[in-house]
């Protein structure tokens, strides 16, 4: 931790996460007003002392919609992180620990997921499931799994051999046991380093699922939301565009800093991927 | 070699084999009748059913997949529901316009990112190598439909420099060259990042090398050692990173198409979805993921064909 402060571009990254994180944890303190109530006597207005980041097309608020939509962006970010690196962590863990042809089919499925470009993938999923934003998390766990599962399933081949697990082995260990007692502590570090550094592209993928009015449905604010907001509305005014885009713009930059000086202070053998 | 690009070869046939098999799970799950969709609400019984029996509809679901199934491996995607055109042709048709984004793209890429790593390198540990180093991370972070966005706002819609929708003329091709400078930015902008951090790294390892250091000891002058004879292996990696990079730009493309108002293949899925235009989803789909399973599948073979170790891990 120390280390990480010693790094000024770290520094800079966990501030910007801390701000985005308060802002959308304290969003009803912070705003004065409902991020959904529509006002229009006060349309596309800009910056003032009222409201801090202007008005939207309806009139509704947009510094309490931008707070709003970083609670939306961050629960996503949480829960499908959480999803994908379970399911990760497991696939990864059969494909490393059991036969070889399980493991070749499953590799075989991993390149398959990802040989979809993400946005065709999220837009043939909306077909079938129709907007929402179980479909944004859908979209998400699909995309980082297969990432995750590989970098297990590399670990525990390399561990696997290993005297410790041989040892277990013949004392009787169950297979379960050796997993998760024995194998998942020791390739879990590189994981946790490489999903922080998957939360910008989580939090870009629903907000171009909202942008593209596949994600959160309206009027519940999200930032891609309130970037279409400002991109139907860009001849009349600029100021809904810059609301939208700033938050993802902070939130990207600031976990992507962070999770770069953090992969540098723990584990350098990372660089480069 | 041979049996590395049999391995790889058939890994490509059956990640689109998967896709096909995918998509044909989608269409079946997509709720009401394909037939009755495509006819509107005011067809007669008789006529839904010549057009189920027309669609194949009628026959057994493994039937049914035995013929998308030929059928897409020989290039029969059905027919779009309104026109009734074959999918193909419409997906092809617009192909050429993403792939010029794509090129585009590529261009912004590798104009700015070259010399930007190679600047980083040449000076590394100094200032301009931190700040190369910053920039190049946050291109990355930042995702391009917000480039794009707060393209079209800065350049096009207040400073009124370049055009804000469409592709341009047809036949005029500076016309078209102009409307392709804005979307193409937001399409590469991202991987100047990429290939920023790739020529810095490789840079510095070639810089390292003996002929490098027998070349400075003839006394050649610093300019010419490290353009001519440093950058121009340095930039190798590159060339294999754009592979994959071209895919990626592949989804920044459908944001581009979109903000800026293009015809292209992104644009085609995301209007046929919201006219709920289900063949052209799939089968546009389908023809971007083969394209992108083709690139990759390149790439791989070039890396396996310069690098060894690749083969025998695989």
Known sequence: MRRLLREPLGVFGLSLVVLVIFGAVFADLLSAYDPTRINPRVRFQGPSGDHLLGTDQ??????????????????????????????????????????????????????????FPTVMLALALVTIMGPSLTAVMVVVVL??????????????????TSEFVTAAQSMGASNGRILFKHILPNVIGPLVILA?????????????????????????????????????????TAWIAIAGGLPIIITTLGFTFLGETLRDVFDPRLKGR | MLAYTFKRLLLAVAIVSLAMFLLFCMIYTIPGDPAAVALGPRATDEMREALRIKMGLDQPIWVQFWNFFTGAWTGDLGNEVLSDRPVLDVVLEQLPYTLALIAGGISWSVA?????????????????????????????????????IYALLIFAVTLRWLPAIGAGEPGDLSDQLVHLILPSLAVGLGWVGYIARMVRASMLEVLEASHIRTARAFGLPHRMITYRY?????????????????????????????????????????DAILTRNFPVVTGAVLVTTVLFVLLNLLADLLVGALDPRVRSSF
């Open chain 1, 58 to 115: 309806l009139g509704r608020d947009l510094f309490s919609r931008v707070l709003y939509g970083g609670r939306i962006a961050l629960f996503v970010a949480l829960v499908s992180t959480a999803v994908s690196l379970v399911i990760g962590i497991v696939l990864g863990l059969i494909a490393g620990y059991g036969p070889r042809w399980l493991d070749n089919l499953m590799i075989l499925l991993f390149d398959s997921m990802k040989s």
């Open chain 1, 143 to 160: 995309v980082t799994v297969p990432g995750y599962a590989r970098i297990i399933r590399t670990q525990t081949i390399a561990i696997k």
């Open chain 1, 196 to 236: 922080s550094m998957d939360i910008p592209v989580v939090i870009a993928i629903e907000a171009g699922m909202s942008f593209l009015g596949l994600g959160v449905r309206p009027p519940t604010p999200s930032w891609g939301s309130i970037l279409n907001d400002g991109f139907s509305s860009i001849r009349d």
């Open chain 2, 112 to 148: 700015l990112g070259i010399p930007l790593g190679c600047w980083a390198a040449v000076s590394r540990g100094s200032v301009a190598d931190r700040i190369v180093g910053v920039i190049s991370v946050a291109v990355i972070a930042v995702p391009s439909f917000v480039i794009a």
């Open chain 2, 230 to 270: 440093a950058l121009t292996i340095a930039i190798l990696p590159t060339i294999t990173l754009l592979g994959v990079g071209i895919g990626q730009m592949l989804s920044s493309a459908v944001f581009a198409e979109i903000v800026f108002a293009r015809p292209g293949v992104g644009k085609l899925v995301y």
